[in-house]
Structure formats: structure tokens, C-alpha cells
């Protein structure tokens, strides 16, 4: 006998539901071990990247194995709009993707075309294989895909600023995320995500953003930065990730009991 299976909220759904903003960290190391830490810690939702981090297919379904017993959202950021590699991503059983670097509205466009089942969209279709549909045991998945999907761009630079408005009114756009590193950088200010600029921008992509009727978050590792956007609107905050924890925390610990950073104790 089969069992139907029910699939965790979305992203989006959890975004709605809330009555505060919620609060994320970067899982980078690629660890299913760490991202599982990271998942019981109480925080809302973890973005497991594949841009920036050493992580692949495989290591992102072991992610979601490991996090699918915790109450956290799990983000799947996508190394770009790369439909193929999307599609993957969706099929391992990524409910939440979110895709880089996006700049203009026909971007958008183009992202929703990538999480979409036809005709809304050019999504392959492969539920009898793959987890998304947890091997066709959710009822209909196919019809109600787009229930089980949310899509988040990020806006991370100056010409996104410029279009975040028609950016976050796409239809099937769920959220946007700023990004002030690559914002920073293109304005000339690379390394300066907190210059008094660079916010200013994301103060602006925040505007339009949720004049569109739309949720935006922002990443900060700055504790006080962080709350300035919290305050200044943002729905959803990435405040660390797990390999900058480890990295400071063991330099604290040299520095305690080493004197020097990066030199072994003698």
C-alpha cells in the first residue's frame, strides 16, 4: 500500500506566516555533519550554496537529509541561472532555490521559466524519479508543484538596484535577497559592504522591493548592520555562516591560548 507523503512548507508559506524576521546562516562547508548542527540550533532557515561554497548535487541532497528532521528552512542557492543544474536541484527535493546575480526583469522572467512545470514553464519532468515528488507518493505533484516550489533572486548590484522594482513584481518571484558584497563592488566600494553608500542602496532595493508586494532579506555578519536592516524592513536576514564561525572561533582560541594567529602552540 502506498502513503500519501506531505511535503514541508515553503519558504514563502513560513515568510507569510510569521510575525518577525527570520533569521538564517550560510551552511558552506559542504558537511551534512555541520549543516544538521546548524539545523538544531533554533535559527529559521540555512542557505546551502552552491556559488560560492564546495558543494555539488550530492552533497546537497545529503544536506537535505540531514536538516529535513528539524523545523528550519533550507534555501538552495544555485551557483547561476543555469536551467538544467536548476532543474536537478529541484528534483533532489529542494523546495527553496534561490538564484544569484540577477539584474534585470527578463532575468526574473527567465528563473521563473526554470522553476516552472509547463505551460507555465520549461521544467523537465521527472517525478517518478526523483525526491521532489518523494518518487510520485505526494498526491498530484504535478498539478501543484508550484505549492511545493518558492524562488528567491538576489539583487547584487547597482543595475539590480535600479530594476529591483519590476525585478520583485515578476510574477512567480516569492522574495528577493540583496546582496551588499557584490553591491558594494559595483560601486567601485569592493570590501565595503557597510560603507554608508552601499546601505543607502540596500535601503533603496528594500523600497522597492516591498512596494511590489514582495518580502526582501539582506545578508550581514555585522551584528549592528544587521539590525539596522531589520529595522529598516527586512523580512529575512542571513547574521553568519558556518565556516566564518569556525574560522574566527578557532582564531580565538589561538589567540588565548597560542598569543598569535595561525601559529601552533609549541
Not at 123 to 145: E, K, M, P, Q, T
Request: with cysteine; aromatic share 4%; hydrophobic share 50%.
Amino acid at each position: 500500500m502506498q502513503l500519501p507523503v506531505n511535503l514541508p512548507a515553503t519558504f514563502r508559506e513560513a515568510l507569510a506566516a510569521s510575525d518577525r524576521p527570520l533569521i538564517g546562516m550560510w551552511v558552506c562547508s559542504g558537511s551534512p555533519l555541520v549543516a544538521e548542527i546548524c539545523a538544531g540550533s533554533g535559527l529559521d532557515w540555512l542557505l546551502i550554496d552552491m556559488e560560492h561554497g564546495p558543494n555539488q548535487l550530492e552533497s546537497v541532497l545529503a544536506q537535505l537529509q540531514a536538516v529535513a528532521a528539524y523545523p528550519v528552512r533550507p534555501l538552495v542557492r544555485a551557483p547561476g541561472l543555469l536551467p538544467v543544474m536548476i532543474k536537478q536541484i529541484l528534483d533532489l527535493g529542494a523546495q527553496n532555490i534561490l538564484l544569484p546575480m540577477i539584474d534585470t526583469p527578463e532575468q526574473a522572467e527567465a528563473a521563473v521559466r526554470a522553476v516552472r512545470y509547463p505551460p507555465r514553464g520549461d521544467r523537465g519532468i521527472g517525478s517518478a524519479l526523483a525526491r521532489s515528488a518523494r518518487w510520485n507518493r505526494v498526491d498530484d505533484y504535478l498539478v501543484n508543484a508550484d505549492d511545493h516550489v518558492s524562488l528567491f533572486v538576489q539583487i547584487e548590484s547597482i543595475a539590480g538596484v535600479r530594476n529591483a522594482a519590476e525585478i520583485a513584481a515578476v510574477d512567480g518571484v516569492d522574495g528577493v535577497l540583496v546582496g551588499p558584497s557584490d553591491l558594494a563592488a559595483s560601486m567601485g566600494l569592493i570590501g565595503r559592504q557597510s560603507a554608508p553608500d552601499v546601505m543607502a542602496a540596500v535601503g533603496r532595493a528594500f523600497g522597492a522591493v516591498r512596494g511590489a508586494g514582495k518580502p526582501v532579506g539582506v545578508n550581514a555578519f555585522d551584528p549592528a548592520v544587521a539590525s539596522a536592516y531589520i529595522e529598516d524592513g527586512a523580512s529575512f536576514v542571513l547574521v553568519g555562516a558556518d565556516v566564518t564561525l569556525l574560522a574566527r572561533g578557532s582564531e580565538t582560541l589561538t589567540e588565548r591560548f597560542a598569543g598569535t594567529p595561525g601559529r601552533a602552540a609549541t
